[in-house]
């Protein structure tokens, strides 16, 4: 039996790869609320740009039924790769994408995206392959049910794919509190209206 080893996630050495989080696509999400899916893509977002990680972007066959990217990512990352390919289902299939992840020079991928069986799980699949470590973040990809999501999280975890939340990554990425307790505490804040109250009282309290 192999032995555990716990490699954690690095800033100095991850990058995100947001995968077909495409207009038309968001309506197959149904293992998440639109809300909730909303806010977690969105979060998995900011974590990408407050830990300053290289962020690829990617779409397939906008021209068709699955419809271009969000807006809201485009304009969160303005100057990141943005990878429109023309048919390619897996993404690893497509050269340009490929060549951008390589580019960043990092072997963690932080990976999410719509359908998680297919455009999370195919291009997870083929970076493993190729000996990166990937952690998947479940909250940020959607499928159609529960059953579907369930296969894709079993297929990838069975081929080492790590699975998060976005939660989680950004804790395991900041490491320690006090590296900063303004900056991430604003941003969990922001998307987690719990936690916001938590924030809240904290800061009263040390007033």
Known sequence: MKSFSYNRLDKENAAVLLVDHQTGLTNLVHDFSPDDFKNNVLALADCAKYFKLPTILTTSFESGPNGPLVPELKELFPDAPYIARPGNINAWDNEDFVA?????????????????????????????????????????????????????????????????????????????????????????????????????SHLAHSR
């Open 100 to 200: 951008a992840v390589k580019a960043t020079g990092k072997k963690q991928l932080i990976v999410a995206g719509i359908v998680t069986e297919v455009c999370v799980a195919f291009p997870t699949l083929s970076a493993l392959e190729e000996g990166y470590e990937v952690f998947v973040v479940t909250d940020a990809s959607g499928t159609f049910n529960q059953v579907t999501r369930e296969a894709a999280w079993h297929r990838m975890a069975a081929a080492g794919a790590q699975l998060m939340t976005w939660f989680g990554t950004a804790c395991e990425l900041h490491r320690d509190w006090r590296n900063d307790i303004e900056g991430l505490g604003t941003l969990f804040s922001n998307h987690l209206p719990n936690y916001r109250c938590l924030i809240n």
